[in-house]
Every structure is written in C-alpha cells, then in structure tokens.
C-alpha cells in the first residue's frame, strides 16, 4: 500500500510559480511510473505530465508544454511539479498518482494510487 501526500498548493497571480510535491509513504515510489493529473471546477480530470519510475521519460499535456517541469526524487521518495507562467485556466485540484505505466496513466488514467488533492488558484 504507498499513501501518496501532495503539498505547495496556493493562490497565486498569474505569471507567477508553485511548485507540488507529492510524498509517498508505507512503500517506495521507485518502482512507479508516476502522473500529475488535475481537475478544475465542473471539469473532468485531465492528465498534466508524467514520469517514469527511473526519471528517464516524460510526458507533457500540450497545455503545460515548456511551462511545467516534473521531476523526481527516488531516494526522499518524492515527485515535484514545478509550474512557472501559470495562467488562470491553471485553476483546479492537482493530484498526484503512482501509475500501473506512464502510458495508462496518460491515456486510460488508470493509477494504483492517488493522492488526495492540492489546490491550486491562479488570480487573473
């Protein structure tokens, strides 16, 4: 069982940065692909960006394409988002995931573990 614990949500203007972490505790992330995924207000869930469980491959949604950066920590078991230029339809609960595979992640949102939501509010 891996409980996974996001943190660095916050309101912030736009343009400016967050950056999440997502901790997994009772098992070790370094066996996981893991994803960041987020879901505004009336919306579905949507894939943001993920990574591989040995931080070699990642996958950008279009829309946070040379805005967001994710990356890894195996040892401090521990994925970051980095978000810079955030926009206001960056709004919404960002969750963190340990995928089955980067690719049914990505494609079919299908994760072994999810966290349990940090909020993010860009002000316009």
């Known amino acids: 069982q891996v409980q996974l614990v996001e943190s660095g949500g916050g309101l912030v203007q736009a343009g400016g940065s967050l950056r999440l972490s997502c901790a997994a505790s009772?098992?070790?992330?370094?066996?996981?692909?893991m994803g960041w995924f987020r879901q505004a207000p009336g919306k579905e869930r949507e894939f943001v960006v993920g990574?591989?469980?040995?931080?070699?491959?990642?996958y950008y949604a279009d829309s946070v394409k040379g805005r967001f950066t994710i990356s890894r920590d195996n040892a401090k078991n521990t994925v970051y988002l980095q978000m810079n230029s955030l926009k206001p339809e960056d709004t919404a609960i960002y969750y963190c995931?340990?995928?089955?595979?980067?690719?049914?992640?990505?494609?079919?949102?299908?994760?072994?573990?999810w966290g349990q939501g940090t909020q993010v509010t860009v002000s316009s």
């Open positions: 009772g098992r070790t992330l370094g066996s996981y692909d």
């Open positions: 995931a340990a995928c089955r595979s980067l690719s049914e992640c990505r494609l079919l949102y299908l994760a072994n573990y």
């Open positions: 990574i591989s469980w040995t931080g070699g491959s990642t």
